[in-house]
T-cell receptor, first 111, second 117 residues
Framework: GNSVTQMEGPVTLSEEAFLTINCTYT??????LFWYVQYPGEGLQLLLKATKADDKGSNKGFEATYRKETTSFHLEKGSVQVSDSAVYFCALRKPGNQFYFGTGTSLTVIP | EAQVTQNPRYLITVTGKKLTVTCSQNMNHEYMSWYRQDPGLGLRQIYY???????DKGDVPEGYKVSRKEKRNFPLILESPSPNQTSLYFC????????????????FGPGTRLTVL
């Protein structure tokens, strides 16, 4: 079957710390991979994406590389800010357009 | 402004009383979808639609119905709501895909918090 597994939170970091949120997936075929961010009281927003193996998605200082050999799509940022505090979701979209989301990882950045 | 709107934003109802949550998008998107978000479970897809009159089940379709009579609207219908359908619901839309493979961004609505007593 298809599924996404994310590291459990919550994660609390100091400002300017390095962030990694692990994401691994199980999928048939060749899915596209996404990271979405949800700020309090809002819907999800696309953060970055990758459509094939070895693609690197990046946006707002966040990066993630589609690793087919390890079925992973870990999210990283070199220096987090207080404004990065949110819930982060890893997701896959399999051919046929069904989506699968991880359970979300809550990040709090303290000054 | 390009957006996905949902109504109502908050709803408290009782078991068995039929309800509809509306979803509308103004971006001429072919693809629309409904999700529910529950603590510890993340988002789970309920139904999705590739275009008008085309709908498919997601991971958790039981107890829900949808329709897609117009491109812009994708209502979610609970014929006989039960307490286990208490959740936060999101509608989303994106451009359609050629060949079924792609990375088009999904735009999410603001969410509807439903409580079934």
């Amino acid at each position: 079957g298809n599924s996404v597994t994310q590291m459990e939170g919550p994660v609390t970091l100091s400002e300017e710390a390095f962030l990694t949120i692990n994401c691994t997936y199980t999928a048939t075929g060749y899915p596209s991979l996404f990271w979405y961010v949800q700020y309090p009281g809002e819907g999800l927003q696309l953060l970055l994406k990758a459509t094939k193996a070895d693609d690197k998605g990046s946006n707002k200082g966040f990066e993630a590389t589609y690793r087919k050999e390890t079925t992973s799509f870990h999210l990283e940022k070199g220096s987090v800010q207080v404004s990065d505090s949110a819930v982060y979701f890893c997701a896959l979209r399999k051919p046929g357009n069904q989506f699968y989301f991880g359970t979300g990882t809550s990040l709090t950045v303290i000054p | 402004e390009a957006q996905v709107t949902q109504n109502p934003r908050y709803l408290i109802t009782v078991t068995g009383k039929k309800l509809t949550v509306t979803c509308s998008q103004n971006m001429n998107h072919e693809y629309m979808s409904w999700y529910r978000q529950d603590p510890g479970l993340g988002l789970r897809q309920i139904y999705y639609s590739m275009n008008v009159e085309v709908t498919d089940k997601g991971d958790v379709p039981e107890g829900y119905k949808v329709s897609r009579k117009e491109k812009r609207n994708f209502p979610l219908i609970l014929e006989s709501p039960s307490p286990n359908q208490t959740s936060l619901y999101f509608c989303a839309s994106s451009l359609g895909l050629a060949g079924g493979i792609g990375s088009n961004e999904q735009f999410f609505g603001p969410g509807t918090r439903l409580t079934v007593l």
